[in-house]
């Protein structure tokens, strides 16, 4: 199948934000989703954009529920305080009824080029544990798991803990 | 004690290279660290920097080793599909002769603080499985071990296999 894989444009959120929703149902989690498509063209597409995305296009005739973008990968710049400029892959999706075509094989591949080409030493991501299917694609091309090999956990604060830490802040 | 909480200015990169440094030694992986001063230099004071730091400053009667720079945050922006703009700290860490006293807790508040004025709905970290001293004081904050939790696994490409993979990628 012909499948393009290009830089997503602001147009394309509305699409990419379904696709958001529909990973979250796949990762089990869809009430965290908190986001709307306004949100992502204002963060997305603006003088200092906050994240990056490709997006997987079939031809018309491919179209399946009448979508012409099929998956996505998003991704942002970060830092590493031993490597230098580094990059992270927030999401890598593709429906359902696409997969097993090596689409998302060529959306990794795709960000590893870019971040690549902008010096970045280190592409990262998290896969859930019973995700087994994403952590064989991303093994079989030679990634490293982090928490596995050198005992690395993800810690987050949101919500009310961040403000009453936020709060906390010594005063000048 | 007197310990002041500030921004980093460029002239600190050199007290922050070194601090990078002590935290790797301690976290046992000093071989990975590649950084210079003149990197931190050039990516953290630039027009558009690729992270921000804040650091502890003691006054001149309790220099130790003559450091007045004795801890460091360094923290950046990341974005999540879920929840909007966010930060992640990369980096937490105050010298040992400067531990307990509240530097540490200090320092993440602040990021906290600012962080949370722009706008980010979440603070994240990874902190290594034996560090339990670090694992309590986010925990005693009221971070969450995603880890334990939902599972999440941080996987990493880097060196040959990242050009690989990026030479994979479709071409137009």
Redesign the interface.
Request: hydrophobic share 40%; glycine share 6%; charged share 25%.
């Given at each position: 199948m012909d499948v393009k894989?290009r830089a997503a444009r602001k147009e394309d959120c509305r699409e990419i934000c379904r696709m958001?929703m529909e990973?979250?149902v796949f990762e089990k989690?869809p009430d965290?989703?908190?986001?709307s498509h306004e949100?992502?063209e204002r963060?997305g597409f603006c003088q200092?954009p906050?994240?990056e995305c490709i997006v997987a296009e079939v031809p018309e005739e491919h179209q399946s529920r009448g979508f012409a973008v099929v998956g996505y990968a998003?991704y942002?710049?970060?830092?590493?305080?031993?490597?230098?400029?580094s990059a992270?892959l927030?999401?890598l999706y593709v429906m359902p009824e696409f997969r097993g075509k090596g689409i998302g094989?060529?959306l990794?591949?795709?960000v590893?080029?870019v971040?690549?080409k902008k010096g970045?030493?280190?592409?990262?991501?998290?896969?859930?544990?019973?995700n087994t299917k994403a952590?064989n694609l991303?093994a079989s091309?030679?990634?490293?798991?982090?928490?596995?090999s050198?005992?690395?956990?993800?810690?987050?604060?949101?919500g009310?803990?961040?403000?009453?830490?936020?709060?906390?802040?010594?005063k000048e």
């Open positions: 894989l958001v990973l979250a989690m965290q989703v908190k986001i949100e992502l963060d200092n906050l994240f998003l942002f710049y970060t830092y590493s305080t031993w490597k230098g400029p992270y927030e999401d094989k060529g990794l591949s795709k590893a080029e971040v690549k970045c030493a280190r592409l990262q991501m998290s896969v859930l544990e019973w952590q991303y091309k030679g990634a490293q798991d982090l928490t596995v050198e005992g690395w956990h993800a810690m987050r604060f949101e009310q803990h961040l403000d009453n830490l936020a709060g906390e802040a010594p």
